[in-house]
């Protein structure tokens, strides 16, 4: 059956409080009928007794036939619910006052009738001598003769077939209607009151299905599951436990997906990246070459030179670009292990300064470092600190003036050693600051951030857990701001792990 989940808790529920019901009706009147026969037996417990010692139903010769017959009929006149019979001593029935057909037992069972005689727990059933296989509650006492073994049993059956007329009578009567309609009505209330709470415990689990059914991995905000962000303290709702990790999952998921799709962006801008900036070099250097080609006769020496030197500039300028990227790519996809080892910092400033010192001089550009007194060592990647400390420096001198300044900072701060780069030059405009450590141009061509230069920066100084900042100043230039642990914190942080 296609049902849903409340439809079939509904269906089993309903199955299960009319067995219930059922059950209950049965052990009602189970327990009633029981409970009528125990306090019957109890009360007329003593009454075959009460018969047997009569004097007047034996005499010297036995029992006395016409005076048992006439006391039978006299106590079932009186009370018609009992029927009286004489049993010997192997149970067979000698005497009664049953209408001719009724009987429909000759012989009845001892062993419940000396339970009774031994004083067994009532209620005890016997069998009924006007039925096959029916059994009634009784009361019973031997026949004894001046001391001698009991020649025989008065039997008395308590509920006879007047008693059982008259309680399919009333069973058919207003009271028991009224009973059952009693206990329908309570069945039917206890259904509604089943499927309301089981709609009400299963709303939230709707609510969780229908959000699950709308959820779009985009994440667009109209078809989020509207669920709290987290589970309150203490909550013990499994469900609604379920409903907050849901939307957890799928806020992750969501996150993930524009993840993955600005990745994806992102590989679709590597392509114009390279395009954009291969095209100039490439476009230059098959020109000169196609000059030198065509004009191979008619070009002095002194131009062929010239257009050789421009020729191989630019090659060495596609060179560096497709080392670059190749770099970039390595460090994007996770293909680089750092080698980390503890190194002065100090000294590899004063490194980076000689390899630019000719370049700072031919552009009047002074060079000038700033070093905290006993700086402590780092403990990072040599090469690839280097390689920042390069990358900052030639991004510097560029767009640094002549006549103008480049300061490198070391500062023990917090434990940590923090490294800042700062120039003169005109600064970065502010609509470059948002997007600078990413991508320099989009799929569009359009410039944005700062040069591969600067994204190699950020992606070295990430695998090292740092961040590369560019911090506001008051006049013109630019200061960039990094920090990298000591040598001492790195060799504390491996001892506790």
């Known amino acids: 059956m296609n049902l849903t989940l409340t439809q079939r808790l509904s269906l089993v529920f309903s199955v299960l409080l009319l067995a219930c019901c059922g059950a209950s009706a049965w052990l009602q009147i189970r327990s009633s009928d029981l409970h009528e026969k125990e306090v019957v037996q109890s009360l007329s417990k003593n009454l075959a007794d009460h018969i047997a010692h009569r004097t007047t139903l034996m005499d010297a010769s036995g029992l006395r036939p016409d005076a048992v017959r006439q006391l039978f009929g006299q106590l079932m006149m009186v009370n018609p619910s009992v029927e009286v019979y004489l049993l010997d001593n192997q149970g067979r029935i000698e005497g009664d006052d049953a209408p001719a057909g009724h009987l429909k037992r000759e012989r009845v069972d001892l062993a419940p009738i000396r339970r009774f005689i031994a004083g067994d727990a009532l209620p005890i059933l016997g069998d009924d001598p006007r039925s096959v296989d029916g059994k009634k509650v009784f009361s019973a006492a031997p026949l004894q003769t001046n001391g001698q073994p009991p020649s025989g049993y008065i039997y008395v059956v308590l509920l006879g077939e007047e008693h059982d007329a008259l309680a399919a009578r009333v069973a058919a009567s207003s009271v028991l209607r009224t009973t059952l309609w009693s206990m329908a009505l309570v069945a039917a209330l206890g259904l509604l009151a089943g499927l309301t709470a089981f709609g009400l415990i299963t709303r939230p689990l709707r609510r969780l299905t ?253 695998l090292h857990h740092s961040q590369i900042r560019l911090l506001d100043r008051d006049g013109p230039g630019t200061t960039f701001r990094f920090e990298l642990p000591t040598a001492d914190q790195a060799s504390a942080a491996g001892a506790r792990l």
Request: aromatic content about 4%; glycine content about 8%; proline content about 6%.
């Open 210 to 462: 229908d959000a699950m059914r709308r959820f779009d991995a985009d994440g667009a905000p109209d078809v989020q599951p509207s669920v709290p962000r987290s589970a309150p303290a203490g909550q013990r709702d499994e469900i609604a436990v379920l409903e907050t990790t849901f939307a957890q999952m799928a806020r992750r998921i969501g996150d993930q997906w524009r993840a993955l799709t600005r990745q994806d962006q992102q590989r679709r801008e590597l392509i114009a990246n390279i395009s954009h900036d291969l095209r100039t070099p490439l476009t230059s250097l098959h020109g000169y070459l196609e000059t030198l080609s065509l004009k191979a006769d008619s070009l002095g020496e002194p131009e062929r030179s010239r257009y050789l030197a421009i020729a191989l500039a630019q090659s060495v300028k596609v060179g560096r670009l497709a080392q670059t990227l190749f770099e970039l790519a390595r460090l994007e996809h996770g293909n680089v292990q750092l080698a980390l080892e503890p190194f002065s910092l100090v000294d590899l400033v004063q490194d980076v300064f000689q390899k630019f010192e000719l370049p700072a001089e031919a552009r009047h550009i002074r060079l000038r470092a700033g070093i905290a007194p006993r700086l402590p060592n780092v403990c990072a990647d040599l090469g690839m600190i280097e390689r920042v400390l390069t990358n900052l420096l030639d991004n510097a001198i560029r767009h640094t003036p002549a006549e103008g300044a480049i300061d490198v900072d070391l500062a023990y701060k917090d434990g940590k050693v923090e490294v800042s780069v700062s120039d003169t030059g005109p600064g970065i405009p502010a609509a470059q600051r948002e997007g600078l450590f990413e991508r320099p141009f989009g799929a569009s061509g359009a410039h944005r951030g700062g040069g591969l230069g600067l994204l190699i920066v950020q992606r070295m100084l990430q």
